[in-house]
């Protein structure tokens, strides 16, 4: 009997199998998104689509692809959203983790007379009043101190970002100011009374951004886009573009990867955006095998530190390091996260962050720290490539832009490219205008205009900021009566919003109040919940993406991982050898968040390597 059943879960009768998708009318838009490559084991992909009435499915998982599909199910469109891997598994999750208008690229249009990018920091401005207000449980407002040790760079500095609240206007947080050097250090202990050269602390500059959780907030598009009728798979791979008699792009051949190498099934559709951030090239010239590259990979490199580094809700901004970049030392879930941005970078599917990546961002930071600043003391590391764009349509395709690239190509394929996650509500609004644009989407279908400005996202309705307190009063411990821990409860309130309530239920009845690390407060019931509801399907989608402890400490994760593999595996029904399987991926995916010395490896990865 238990040979019939394992052969039933990986061989299933005819009468079980998903039937294939069926072209439709009323099919919208294909939306392909991330990793074209890659290995993974996938099972159960396909009850989705065999429980699902809807004709157009799709592709996507980033921050672009996530927003488009919401988009267009917003307007009343049917879409489909495919990913190759997990939603948000790459650049997406690897943010800098703010919401922000781009302070430096303020200074390069001052001083660069460039239009282009003053553009870029108005819009981005604007978005962040946007994400703000539907995401409340994921955003907050975080003021960032730029440390002056010149008396020169007071009223520069301050002149600037007071040009930032300026250009912001209406959605700006609050006002930027000056703050005395004694206040500094109060408010920022940490913070060097002099520099490498000897010059003391003047004062600094106080401006106010946003900041979020970046995955969650891809997950949370993802399930709002669900909520909205839309079809999402993540573990599909696309494997090619499916034309018509006249060369339109019509649809693409998908495969479950989940599954090993499982059947490969078309998906189609009136319209296909191809918004698969570094890797758009690659489903560019699926359409077109002359097309010219337009994305150039550019590595932003992040270290977690303890979170004595940096105070409770303050961050520090360093606006130039030697070489010229900026880093960044942000409080981040109960630790400090550090990072420089626009690094040289190769195209891979797993970046991995070099020990001088991670040296230079130490480095810079002992020059404004007090504390003595430790190789040891790093708890994490990781490394995502951004796509900078340009324009396949402009006369010079040699620039590299800050912005979003819309683009239909051969075959009327839709290519959004560029930009960044302040931005993808906007980018994603302009993709499927251009879609629309294409005149496909069928007689009789009049859609909705953009909804997406004040549109809230799942567990936003109904948010506060005293929500964990009454996360924490409906609660009863299973091992204990009385409220919970107030730092659990606000990690649930901030992670989930309302459906914190379903997280603690989800603990009550299955007496899963435990915590999964020591010290941190992610709970067991958070594996069930991300199952059923987020779209978990492996391991690393829960440490690295669903909670954040991949990225907060390797070594947390590391305790974790045996636990989460035997809760997944009750949920989804693994054997025993897909238990040892995910418990060794997950083991393998920790290894690239690896803090240690011995374990961060210069990258050898090259864009051949990655084509094999």
Not at 183 to 189: A, C, H, L
Not at 383 to 398: H, I, M, W
Not at 481 to 510: M, N
Request: positive net charge; glycine residues 8%.
């Amino acid at each position: 009997a238990l040979v019939v059943a394992s052969a039933e879960l990986f061989w299933p009768s005819r009468e079980k199998r998903p039937k294939e998708p069926t072209r439709s009318p009323f099919a919208a838009f294909v939306v392909l998104l991330a990793r074209q490559w890659g290995d993974a084991a996938r099972f159960l992909l396909f009850a989705l689509a065999a429980a699902t009435a809807l004709p157009a499915y799709v592709a996507l998982g980033g921050a672009a692809g996530a927003g488009v599909a919401l988009d267009a199910a917003a307007r009343g469109l049917s879409v489909a959203l495919v990913e190759q891997a997990d939603f948000a598994s790459g650049t997406s999750s690897r943010s800098t983790k703010l919401v922000h208008g781009g302070v430096r690229y303020l200074e390069k249009a001052v001083f660069g007379l460039d239009y282009s990018q003053l553009k870029l920091v108005y819009e981005a401005l604007h978005e962040r009043k946007t994400l703000l207000r539907n995401a409340p449980h994921l955003c907050g407002v975080l003021p960032i101190m730029t440390p002056c040790y010149s008396w020169w760079e007071v009223p520069y500095y301050l002149a600037g970002m007071k040009l930032y609240d300026l250009v912001a206007g209406s959605g700006g947080l609050a006002g930027s100011h000056f703050v005395s050097a004694a206040t500094s250090r109060r408010g920022f202990p940490t913070l060097s009374d002099a520099d490498s050269q000897g010059r003391s602390l003047k004062g600094t500059v106080m401006y106010y951004d946003g900041q979020f959780n970046d995955s969650r907030l891809c997950v949370a598009l993802v399930g709002s886009a669900a909520e909205h009728g839309a079809t999402v798979s993540n573990y599909c791979r696309v494997e090619g573009l499916i034309r018509d008699k006249d060369g339109a792009v019509t649809g693409a051949r998908v495969r479950d990867v989940l599954r090993g190498e499982g059947r490969v099934f078309e998906v189609h559709a009136r319209v296909v955006v191809n918004a698969t951030g570094p890797f758009s090239d690659h489903v560019r010239q699926m359409a077109d095998p002359g097309a010219a590259p337009i994305v150039q990979p550019s590595a932003g490199v992040h270290i977690t530190l303890p979170d004595y580094y940096s105070p409770i809700g303050t961050g520090l901004i360093v606006p130039k390091t030697k070489d010229g970049r900026v880093v960044f030392m942000l409080p981040w879930l109960g630790h400090t996260i550090a990072g420089t941005t626009d690094s040289s970078a190769e195209l891979t599917l797993r970046p991995r962050p070099t020990e001088d990546e991670i040296s230079f961002i130490l480095d810079a930071l002992r020059e404004f720290l007090a504390v003595n600043v430790r190789r040891e003391d790093v708890l994490s590391a990781w490394s995502g490539l951004r796509p900078l764009a340009s324009d396949p349509q402009a006369k010079d395709t040699a620039s590299i832009s800050r912005d979003h690239v819309i683009a239909v190509e051969a075959g009327g394929l839709v290519t959004v490219v560029g930009g960044k996650w302040t931005t993808y509500r906007r980018m994603a609004e302009e993709a499927v205008n251009a879609a629309l644009g294409l005149g496909r989407v069928g007689d009789g279908v009049t859609p909705h205009p953009c909804r997406t400005e004040r549109l809230p996202l799942v567990g936003a309705p109904g948010f506060s900021e005293r929500l964990f307190t009454q996360v924490a009063q409906n609660y009863v411990v299973p091992h204990r009566p009385g409220a919970i821990d107030t730092r659990v409860a606000k990690h649930l309130a901030q992670s989930y919003g309302v459906r914190a309530f379903e997280v603690t239920r989800i603990a009550e009845e299955q007496a899963l109040g435990q915590r999964l690390a020591r010290g941190f407060p992610e709970l067991e019931a958070e594996v069930v919940y991300a199952v059923r509801h987020e779209f978990c399907c492996t391991v690393e989608d829960f440490l690295a993406r669903r909670t954040r402890l991949a990225f907060k400490d390797t070594k947390a994760a590391r305790d974790a991982l045996p636990r989460v593999v035997a809760l997944m595996g009750r949920e989804l029904r693994w054997g025993w050898w897909q238990r040892r399987r995910q418990l060794a991926r997950g083991t393998k995916m920790l290894e690239e968040f690896s803090s240690g010395k011995g374990d961060v490896k210069k990258s050898t990865s090259t864009r051949e390597e990655n084509a094999k």
